[in-house]
């Protein structure tokens, strides 16, 4: 019974928020899709962090730093590829950073992840 009820909850919600335009699946489906991919990469780098043995808090910051980084360096290159290189080398030196912090020098995890 609670699923029925949680069910015709999201569906009455998502007419609510079509009003006035047409509720396409598909387009829903994509829309959910496109935005739960940075949330997934977000939880793989917690998956990673957790089995490499390092606490990291600042996994969101880390992606926000590095996708601001990406469209700073793509805008100014005027090349997409340039732009995600940079990305990955932003997100990479800030893991770098965290992981030496915390294995070499023994700096707890949460005060380096601040």
């Known amino acids: ?21 047409s509720m396409n699946l598909v387009g ?3 829309s959910t899709l496109r935005r739960s991919v940075p949330l997934t990469f977000g939880a793989l780098a917690g998956v990673l962090c957790e089995r490499s043995g390092v606490i990291n808090i600042a996994i ?7 996708a601001f980084t990406g469209a700073l360096i793509g805008s100014a290159a005027g090349n997409l590829w340039v732009g ?4 990955a080398v932003v997100g990479g030196l800030l893991g770098w950073f965290l992981g030496v912090m915390s294995i070499r020098y ?3 995890q949460i005060i380096v992840a601040r």
């Open 1 to 21: 019974m609670l699923g029925v009820v949680v069910f015709l909850f999201v569906f009455a919600f998502l007419a609510w928020a079509a009003r006035d335009r």
């Open 28 to 30: 829903l489906l994509d």
């Open 84 to 87: 995600l290189i940079g990305a």
């Open 60 to 66: 969101e910051g880390m992606l926000l730093s590095a």
């Open 106 to 108: 023994q700096v707890n």
